[in-house]
T-cell receptor
Framework: TQLLEQSPQFLSIQEGENLTVYCNSS?????LQWYRQEPGEGPVLLVT?????EVKKLKRLTFQFGDARKDSSLHITAAQPGDTGLYLC??????????FGKGTLLTVNP | KAGVTQTPRYLIKTRGQQVTLSCSPI?????VSWYQQTPGQGLQFLFE???????NKGNFPGRFSGRQFSNSRSEMNVSTLELGDSALYLC????????????FGPGTRLTVT
């Protein structure tokens, strides 16, 4: 079973700051998904990256997939309090099972 | 279109009891997966059902079981509850087995005392 390591585990920043969170594995990802989970809710899919070197943008969020497909990053520009939540990366294995990292808990203070 | 619904949202049980949680997928979705989320272990896959058949199973003891009905609604059952079963149980539905887009419900918060 692939292990996904996310860093940092916790991140507290002020509104307007930029931040980057990471997801790494010792094995190659077949594809990688990023989710955001807000308190009291289930995770919501933000993006799926498949191709090494791929970059996807979702408003102020930029997702990168490493060339070797062993790592991914999520960069948020000018963070807002609404960005607060748990950011999870997940890989779907060949048997369709989703394996999640433990997440980065982001708090954006007004 | 209504999202994934889970009932109940909160539940308190005593060690040794059993519990049944319910999940109604998005209309038209045929696959339902269950996950356990705890602060220590994060989100862990329990099992997936498609067309009333369990297609995948995670590394959980046999006390955890589930089923899916012909209308795609799913239930999961935990017997002989232990303190360590306290967690948020999440259900996710997707159109078909293996489809990337999974939509999660809000979860059932189970507390075992």
């Amino acid at each position: 079973t692939q292990l996904l390591e996310q860093s940092p585990q916790f991140l507290s920043i002020q509104e307007g700051e930029n931040l980057t969170v990471y997801c790494n594995s010792s094995s190659v990802f077949s594809s990688l998904q990023w989710y955001r989970q807000e308190p009291g809710e289930g995770p919501v899919l933000l993006v799926t990256v498949v191709t090494g070197g791929e970059v996807k943008k979702l408003k102020r969020l930029t997702f990168q997939f490493g060339d070797a497909r062993k790592d991914s990053s999520l960069h948020i520009t000018a963070a807002q309090p609404g960005d607060t939540g748990l950011y999870l990366c997940a890989e779907r294995g060949s048997n369709y099972k989703l394996t999640f990292g433990k997440g980065t808990l982001l708090t954006v203070n007004p | 279109k209504a999202g994934v619904t889970q009932t109940p949202r909160y539940l308190i049980k005593t060690r040794g009891q059993q519990v049944t949680l319910s999940c109604s997928p998005i209309s038209g979705h045929r696959s339902v997966s269950w996950y356990q989320q705890t602060p220590g272990q994060g989100l862990q896959f329990l099992f997936e059902y498609f067309s009333e058949t369990q297609r995948n199973k995670g590394n959980f003891p046999g006390r955890f079981s589930g089923r899916q009905f012909s209308n795609s609604r799913s239930e999961m059952n935990v017997s002989t509850l232990e303190l360590g079963d306290s967690a948020l149980y999440l259900c996710a539905s997707s159109l078909w087995q293996g489809r990337n887009e999974q939509y999660f419900g809000p979860g059932t918060r189970l507390t075992v005392t």
